[in-house]
């Protein structure tokens, strides 16, 4: 199946409301051309460097989204384009994405990262930490930023129940959170292998890469 293919089955099987960011880390500019060909729009990188050379080669009407860790110094790479940073695991980060926001003058989209796996190796927010930054926005707000969701990655495990259970909870504080900061209104969770329990949870985008794009290259 080509990657026009692959897209196309994908979108014929998610919810319209439910937006896909095609995770295109690794992948050449050739195949991120491929499917922005058959009408893909927004693409997932998870290094800061390798998406600003993408951005800087194919269409500017892309939408690109940093989906990865993200370190604080290098925000400034991606602040003059990128319209969506997934991964806000830190409220320092946000001081620095809102210092090179304003740098661009520019309003940056912020998704907060909340940890729901039962694997350390993921990065995240706990519910505390994610309540005192809701609460910071609301009292004290980074004018320059706008956090518009919550993401978060489940477990890496054949059991649906414990995935059913990780996106149900991040479901309900993402209900609590958006009840209190009407700017949110994306649940980014679900990727290639548990997109279909992330949509039944109620995520509105999903994160797809070797589904679209073939096994990733290292």
């Known amino acids: 199946m080509s990657i026009a293919d692959n897209l196309s089955t994908i979108l014929n099987e998610i919810p319209k ?70 991964g806000v695991d830190r409220a320092k980060l946000l001081t620095e994405i809102n210092k090179q926001a304003i740098k661009n003058d520019r309003i940056i989209d912020c998704l907060l990262q909340v940890h729901i796996a039962q694997e350390s190796t993921k990065f995240g927010l706990n519910e505390t930490e994610l309540n005192e930054i809701i609460e910071r926005q609301l009292t004290n707000p980074f004018p320059n930023i706008r956090i518009v969701g919550l993401m978060g990655m489940a477990t890496f495990t054949t059991d649906s129940n414990q995935i059913k259970q990780e996106f149900a909870f991040l479901k309900s504080l993402y209900n609590k959170s958006s009840a209190q900061l009407n700017s949110i209104n994306t649940l980014s969770m679900g990727m290639s292998g548990d997109y279909g329990l992330a949509i039944e949870a109620g995520s509105n985008m999903i994160r797809v890469g070797s589904k679209i794009f073939g096994e990733r290259n290292y």
């Open 17 to 86: 409301d439910v937006s896909l960011v095609a995770v295109s880390k690794t992948k050449p500019i050739e195949d991120l051309q491929a499917a922005y060909d058959a009408g893909q729009r927004i693409f997932g990188e998870n290094k800061i460097q390798e998406m600003t050379t993408k951005w800087e080669t194919l269409p500017k009407d892309i939408q690109w989204h940093m989906i990865g860790n993200v370190q604080s110094n290098k925000v400034k790479y991606m602040a003059p384009y990128v319209a969506l940073i997934h």
